[in-house]
């Protein structure tokens, strides 16, 4: 009997765990652009159009390989719309009554899933270091979920970078050598760029003509398409970045977008790139004594260890994760955020880059956009939305995670030990944004006052009963116990008066 084998838009791999259950001279690929997966958030063109390119790029190399495939494109005139309907539609056309499908990266596509009316196997994504089991047996028992200890796990399930039953180096993690900020005249190496071909090229022509509204430029798009042009961006990280990953991966530099990060999130959430096999490359470069252990340890803990718990964290806590809302934050997402005029250089250049460029790196998502939305007290579940439409590489499973937990302490401190919060000094110190701003950053009260100083001291003051008991917050409230009360009463009203204006649609 025929069966279908899904393959959604982020499953591109050909050792996909329903590709390996399905017999190729049998089974029918099932693959799909719908407008369901296109638009449960307005994402940014680009993204969608990276999606559609490496799936038919993706469709093309499994027939060359012997696979049938039905594949539905967004513009044709049957498609069903949604990923239940092409399979319920695929199923009548064969005569198909059951479906093997690999666990999406989503509860809402999971829940879809699991309604639709097909006999339905849905195997594990077995695409990760840790499974599901592997986190839960670490999670189950355990007062706090540390990333720190869940990635010496990894590392001593993988062997990477260690020696015997011990870290290499004497230590599991060197992040106090890094977090230098970068001076402009530093050597700056360049991502590849790929030219549309002609695939890539139908592609945008698609995308620009059905989605004309959402955020986000779409041309000059030079994304990696398929496996060989994504291995190609590693290989140029590796080769020209990685040795200086560590220094410099909180750095951030006006005329300098990507510094020396590798670009590869989207690569390796849609099944282009492997993560295991990303690490033991970088851990060889490292070997051959190409880069410093500092930047291997760090890039390495990034994806078995960040990667993978915020994974983890998804999928312990269940669907209702995405609308936590610990810090009962309520406003709206203000226009910035979509590129309204502002005077605050860091967010207009984060948001601008974010428009042009689908991608912005890690520091400036979390202490820039992700930090003054927490500071303004911003609902979560609208910065969510903003992030998971935004960014080239966001699938919710390591967007949301990312956003509610680490961002935005949504979840109460699941994932992040204390809120990442700063004031205008920590963006002044790690990048040259302060330099050409409308605030000044080194004045706390009056109109010029960068706003991240008034809004910092905002953001303590109304969640004093959340956070004085917390020992990593101790001394931040020393400090604002120690200011004259007249100080502190100019700089509450300060930043009532930037919220207010902020709320009211007023350029700040
Ligand atoms: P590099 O800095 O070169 O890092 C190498 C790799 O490590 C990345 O490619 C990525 O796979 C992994 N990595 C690094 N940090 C994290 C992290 N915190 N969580 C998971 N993986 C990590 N990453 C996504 O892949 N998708 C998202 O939707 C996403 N949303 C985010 C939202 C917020 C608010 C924040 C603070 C972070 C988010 N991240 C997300 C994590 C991180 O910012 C991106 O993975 C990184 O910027 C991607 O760029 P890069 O490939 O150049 O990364
Ligand atoms: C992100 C995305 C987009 C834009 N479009 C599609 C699509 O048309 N068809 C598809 O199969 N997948 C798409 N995706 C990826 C899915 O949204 C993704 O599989 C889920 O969010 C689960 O991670
Ligand atoms: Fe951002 Fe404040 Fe610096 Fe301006 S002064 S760039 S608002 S941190």
Same mark, same amino acid.
């Not at 969640?463 to 004085?468: A, C, G, L, T």
């Given at each position: ?69 039905? $594949?539905? %494109? ?74 720190? @200890?869940?990635?010496?796990?990894? %590392? ?17 993690? =060197? ?11 530093? /050597? ?5 760029? =790929? ?25 000059? /798009?030079? +994304? ?9 961006? &590693? ?71 960040? %990667? ?28 910035? $955020? ?8 860091? &967010? ?10 689908? $991608? ?48 935005? =302490? ?9 809120? $990442? ?11 040259? *944004?302060?330099?050409? !701003? ?11 006052? !960068?706003? +991240?100083?008034?809004? @910092?001291?905002? /953001? ?6 959340? =956070?004085?008991?917390?020992? #990593?917050?101790?001394?931040? *409230? #020393? ?30």
């Amino acid at each position: 009997m025929v069966k279908l084998v899904l393959v959604l838009g982020d499953q591109l791999t050909p050792t996909l765990a329903s590709l390996r259950a399905a017999d190729k001279a049998n089974d029918r690929v099932v693959m799909a652009e719908v407008t369901s997966e296109a638009s449960y958030v307005p994402h940014h063109p680009k993204k969608i159009a990276l999606v559609f390119a490496c799936m038919r790029k993706f469709a093309q190399q499994l027939r060359d390989d012997g696979w049938t495939v039905d $594949y539905t %494109r967004l513009d044709d005139p049957d498609n069903a719309g949604s990923i239940p309907g092409e399979l319920l539609r695929r199923a009548s056309d064969s005569g198909a009554s059951s479906v093997i499908a690999t666990r999406p990266g989503e509860w809402r596509l999971i829940e879809a899933l699991e309604d639709t009316p097909l006999d339905l196997d849905i195997l594990e994504d077995d695409r990760f270091v840790a499974s599901h089991a592997d986190f839960n047996a670490w999670a189950d028992g355990r007062k706090q979920l540390r990333m720190e @200890y869940f990635y010496r796990e990894m %590392r001593r399930k993988t062997g990477l970078l260690m020696e015997d039953d011990e870290p290499t180096g004497g230590k599991w993690n =060197f992040d106090q050598d890094n977090r230098k900020p970068a001076k402009p005249d530093l /050597f700056m190496p360049s991502p590849l760029n =790929f030219e549309p071909d002609e695939t890539v090229q139908e592609v945008l022509d698609l995308v620009e003509a059905t989605f004309p509204d959402n955020f986000g430029e779409l041309r000059h /798009f030079g +994304f990696a398409t398929d496996a060989t042009e994504a291995e190609a961006v &590693l290989d140029n990280f590796i080769e020209t970045a990685l040795p200086q990953f560590g220094d410099y991966q909180d750095a951030m530099l006006s005329g300098h977008r990507f510094l020396y990060h590798a670009l590869i999130s989207a690569y390796l959430n849609i099944g282009l790139l492997d993560p295991l096999d990303v690490c033991r490359r970088v851990e060889k470069a490292w070997q051959k004594g190409h880069a410093p252990l500092n930047s291997a340890e760090g890039f390495i803990r990034q994806i078995i260890g960040w %990667r993978e718990f915020v994974r983890g964290i998804y999928f312990h806590e269940g669907p209702d994760y995405a609308n936590r809302n610990w810090l009962e934050h309520d406003r709206a997402l203000p226009g910035l $955020y979509w590129g309204q005029k502002t005077g605050m250089t860091c &967010l207009s250049k984060t948001v601008e880059q974010t428009n042009e460029e689908a $991608y912005a790196h890690h520091i400036q998502r979390l202490m820039v956009t992700g930090n003054f939305a927490l500071l303004a007290g911003i609902d979560p579940a609208q910065v969510h939305e903003w992030y998971l439409s935004v960014y080239f590489d966001a699938f919710e499973w390591v967007e949301a995670p990312n956003t509610v937990g680490m961002s935005q =302490f949504a979840d109460g401190g699941l994932v992040a030990s204390k809120p $990442y919060v700063s004031s205008g000094s920590y963006i002044d110190r790690m990048s040259d *944004y302060c330099s050409e !701003c409308s605030y000044s950053v080194k004045e706390k009260t009056g109109k010029d006052a !960068c706003p +991240f100083n008034l809004l @910092y001291w905002h /953001f303590l003051s109304r969640h004093r009963s959340r =956070f004085s008991d917390n020992p #990593r917050m101790a001394m931040m *409230y #020393r400090t604002w116990d120690k200011m004259e009360s007249d100080r502190q009463d100019e700089i509450l009203t300060g930043a009532e008066d930037f919220l207010s204006r902020m709320d009211a649609g007023d350029p700040v």
